[in-house]
């Protein structure tokens, strides 16, 4: 049972132009989601976090939109630069009795910035 | 800038070796995680410490890995025997707190080949 979902395996855009990663999630005991970039032969990389009372959080480039009637998240990274260019996954944990806030990772979408 | 240590980088093993990982989180975190991630996925969580105990190992296939925090500060992760199916990068994780509402800080890894 997936319980985070990121359907876009890749995604490629134009450096400069603006990258929107997507992820979708079923769990509604979920209350804070975490966006992290992975290089090659690295460990993931923490970039923006949100939390469920808020529904946008803004770093730099970096915004994360959350619409919980969804249940839905995104990534917007705007301008995008080709130093962007890795994987993104999306994660998301429950707090509260009975959860350990453990991190449940979406599979991860590719982003590629071409120059 | 403090960051996750784990060892070895790359480790190559045959089928039904024992393999080990260690792990030293950022001085201060209570929390520490190992995940698995299998190429083209995301991370998994195998097993969640806070300080010394165990508070999630559900998914940790226990008749062949085994994890500890003997003193509540750095970890090993073991695998005996190990199989071709465990080949993956094996990632550590600590966070300052449980709650879930804040980020977990990933080592590098190590990339475990089984062959």
């Known amino acids: 049972d997936q319980q985070v979902k990121q359907n876009s395996p890749s995604l490629s855009v134009q450096e400069g132009r603006i990258s929107i990663l997507n992820c979708d999630y079923t769990n509604s005991m979920f209350d804070y989601f975490l966006w992290y970039k992975k290089y090659p032969a690295e460990g993931p990389t923490f970039l923006i976090s949100i939390s469920s009372i808020k529904d946008k959080n803004e770093d730099g480039r970096f915004t994360v939109f959350l619409n919980k009637s969804a249940k839905h998240l995104s990534l917007h990274i705007v301008p995008s630069q080709p130093g962007d260019s890795a994987v993104y996954f999306c994660?998301?944990?429950?707090?509260?009795?009975?959860?350990?806030?453990?991190?449940?990772f979406g599979q991860g979408t590719t982003l590629q910035v071409k120059p | 800038e403090a960051e996750v240590a784990q060892s070895p980088r790359y480790k190559i093993t045959e089928k039904s070796q024992a393999v080990a990982f260690w792990c030293d989180p950022i001085?201060?975190?209570?929390?520490l995680y190992w995940y698995r991630q299998i190429l083209g996925q995301g991370p998994e969580l195998l097993v969640q410490f806070q300080d010394e105990s165990v508070v999630d190992d559900s998914q940790l296939p226990k008749d062949r890995f085994s994890a500890e925090r003997l003193k509540g500060v750095d970890s090993t992760l073991k695998i005996q025997p190990a199989e071709l199916g465990d080949s993956a990068m094996y990632l550590c994780a600590s966070s300052h707190f449980w709650t879930g509402k804040t980020e977990a800080f990933f080592g590098q890894g190590t990339r475990l080949t089984v062959v």
């Open positions: 001085s201060g975190h209570a929390t």
């Open positions: 994660a998301a944990s429950a707090d509260g009795s009975g959860n350990t806030g453990k991190l449940i």
